[in-house]
């Protein structure tokens, strides 16, 4: 992925932010040899403090033995992505139809060391803390080895504790073009108001004045 610096984050607490409320991606997988990548879409807890995400799969998924043959792996998560039609971004001065058309969108890229869990009290807790991230009001039973009811489903999943060793972020909302152009563009997504144009229009405006515009 290509990250231009006006592109990139502030910090990590601007990506471990936002990836905390962005926790559905996809899971890619080397290929055995002479097989294309495996790549799995899935819900996953991340943990910044333990550098870690935690998920769990179907024992029957085919990705296991290309993941036990290479555990070193690529978490991709991408979101708030919005289509920017040409005109919104036509230099000052220039014709609407001299603009570029682009895409804006937000990124994080987790690589990572696959730890596959299969000791069923470890299983249960794993899948306490998935079920914390995305339950904390609770309201179903905790799962436990040899406990109903969940403890006889343990034996038909298997965990996934990845160990994030590198990350690339990405936040690409025309940090660099002239103020005018933003302003035309934050314009545009307000009025057109798609499923996504409000995440985008709130990222290109907090991210003003990180890098000088027309750089």
């Known amino acids: 992925m290509l990250i231009h610096p006006w592109d990139a984050p502030r ?3 601007e990506w471990q932010q936002w990836l905390g409320t962005h926790d559905f991606g996809q899971l890619a997988v080397n290929g ?3 097989e294309p990548p ?3 879409p899935l819900h996953f807890a991340y943990d910044a403090g333990r550098a870690e995400a935690v998920t769990h799969l ?3 998924n085919p990705l296991w033995p290309a993941l036990e043959a290479d555990p070193d792996v690529l978490l991709s998560v991408v979101d708030d992505y919005v289509y920017v039609p040409g005109p919104w971004q036509a230099p000052p001065g ?3 139809e001299h603009g570029t058309p682009t895409s804006f969108y937000a990124a994080v890229q987790l690589r990572c060391t696959a730890h596959v869990v ?3 009290a470890e299983k249960a807790e794993l899948l306490n803390r998935q079920v914390g991230h995305f339950q904390p009001e609770g309201g179903s039973a905790p799962a436990a080895e040899d406990e109903a009811p969940f403890g006889r489903l343990l034996a038909g999943i298997r965990g996934l ?3 994030v060793v590198g990350v690339r972020a990405k936040f690409k909302y025309a940090g660099h073009k002239p103020r005018e152009v933003q302003d035309h563009v934050v314009a545009g997504l307000a009025a057109r108001g798609g499923a996504r144009d409000a995440a985008a229009r709130e ?3 907090r991210r003003r004045g990180m890098w000088p515009p027309g750089r």
């Open 11 to 13: 910090d990590d607490a």
């Open 32 to 34: 055995l040899p002479g």
């Open 38 to 40: 495996c790549v799995q």
């Open 58 to 60: 179907a024992r029957p």
């Open 94 to 96: 220039a014709p609407p």
């Open 118 to 120: 299969d000791d069923p």
């Open 161 to 163: 504790r990845l160990e």
């Open 203 to 205: 990222h290109q405006t």
